[in-house]
């Protein structure tokens, strides 16, 4: 049998998956030092010897056993997984503590835990998977119960078997993820499907054209700390698709989830090209997908609350709504005007945010000191990404004493234009009378 060190039969080590929260605080004192994860490439009826290293962090001593709990992952999604259960993929029986997996750590102290991989001469290719699985218990209260205090899984062991390696992929979905578009995020999904036998690294680009062929140029940008603030240094005119190489298993579906940190980007139709590689022949797959910003901005409603205002404060309903599909921050003001346009009341609106396709009213618009007799004018004014929208809303103030001033005059203004009809139409009639005698004593 063969001897293989992990250094030299391991293509690539990467942090992946796994590392879940300790279920109860005991269990956050051990600390693992370095990455667990693994993946290795190797031959049957090699041997793979590896370690690592957990270390005890708290003021009391510690049990830690370590235990292998094979999983199955859903086809679906590969971040599902049911562990300690058979599978057919499982890779614990292969494996062997070169010490007891269950030591006693004293406080602050470190343990490297060996194992071999002992790859059988008859097993076939293909990718085999397992899990590390740590039992934290404290020896105090073992001794009285017996209980152990937590477990967690820790990490994932991948090794793939060589010989007729199968390998099958295929981009299942290529689009944008609608819903992080709604808050002004621009993420492409690449959902990939792994029909073969192992695992598949797929690795790649996306390149963005406008609506007249033209590439996008500057998509990705590179940041580089200067002076303790992160500037752009370089700007690369591809997106990195699975940058970290990170592994779709066997017969699961992935996603690659790619963001485009983007300046401003012009409203208009786009399609993004993406090329993806993968297998030990550096297989292409090539998908576009056609996709479209739209902005679009609208005020529904202004008006004040009653249209006669007899008391402050006099407050407005306003509402907006962002009918586009990506997030939009207006800003602007509202005012009040007098009939003459005079300004007699003003609120400067900041910090709105408006995600796609969502409406949004805005409270606290209120007039609420220099109230006088009059017509006035409510006006709000929003800028969104330099294109300004209006609109005006006219409503009346009259006080309860200002009502009564002006029927007071209305009363006496009908009253005299009563009495000045009255006396017209007397003295039109004596008028008459006046001509009738004239003309009797002609006769």
């Known amino acids: 049998m063969r001897k293989t060190n992990f250094w030299k039969s391991s293509v690539t080590m990467f942090t992946c998956l796994v590392l879940l929260l300790a279920l109860v605080p005991f269990a956050s004192a051990v600390t693992l030092l370095g990455d667990i994860t693994r993946t290795y490439n190797a031959n049957a009826g090699d041997t793979i010897e590896d370690s690592f290293t957990v270390a005890n962090d708290k003021a009391e001593p510690a049990i830690l056993a370590i235990q292998l709990e094979d999983f199955t992952i859903n086809p679906a999604d590969q971040n599902k997984r049911t562990y300690g259960v058979d599978s057919p993929n499982g890779l614990k029986d292969w494996f062997e503590f070169v010490d007891e997996p269950e030591q006693l750590l004293d406080p602050q102290e470190s343990i490297a835990i060996k194992y071999k991989i002992n790859i059988p001469q008859d097993a076939q290719a293909g990718t085999y998977m397992t899990s590390f699985n740590l039992t934290a218990k404290d020896p105090v209260k073992t001794a009285g119960s017996g209980v152990a205090v937590a477990s967690r899984i820790l990490g994932n062991a991948y090794l ?26 621009i993420v492409f999904n690449t959902e990939g499907k792994n029909n073969g036998n192992a695992f598949i690294v797929g690795m790649g680009t996306i390149t963005i054209f406008d609506s007249t062929g033209k590439q996008v140029k500057g998509i990705r940008a590179v940041t580089q700390d200067f002076d303790g603030q992160m500037l752009v240094a370089e700007r690369f005119d591809e997106l990195l698709v699975n940058n970290g190489a990170v592994p779709i298993l066997p017969n699961t579906t992935g996603t690659y989830r790619t963001a485009w940190t983007h300046r401003q980007v012009a409203e208009g139709a786009y399609t993004a090209k993406l090329k993806l590689f993968y297998g030990q022949e550096n297989k292409q797959i090539s998908k576009d997908f056609n996709f479209e910003i739209t902005e679009n901005f609208a005020i529904l409603n202004l008006q004040s609350e009653k249209f006669f205002n007899a008391s402050l404060p006099v407050d407005f309903e306003a509402k907006i709504a962002n009918t586009g599909n990506v997030a939009l921050s207006p800003k602007g003001y509202f005012e009040v005007k007098s009939i003459f346009g005079t300004q007699k009341h003003r609120i400067d609106i900041e910090s709105l945010s408006l995600l796609g396709g969502q409406e949004v009213e805005l409270n606290d618009l209120k007039w609420e000191s220099g109230l006088a007799l009059g017509l006035y004018s409510a006006n ?17 103030v009259l006080t309860w004493w200002q009502g009564l001033i002006i029927l007071i005059v209305l009363v006496l203004l009908i009253a005299g234009l009563y009495k000045g009809i009255h006396g017209y139409r007397a003295m039109k009639k004596r008028l008459n009378e006046m001509t009738i005698n004239k003309e009797d004593l002609a006769k």
């Open 380 to 396: 709000l004014h929003l800028d969104v990404n330099g294109q300004v929208f209006e609109k005006s809303s006219m409503f009346w």
């Open 160 to 185: 793939t078997v060589s010989g007729e390696i199968d390998e099958q992929f295929d981009i299942v979905n290529f689009k944008l993820d609608e819903e992080k578009l709604k808050n002004g995020e």
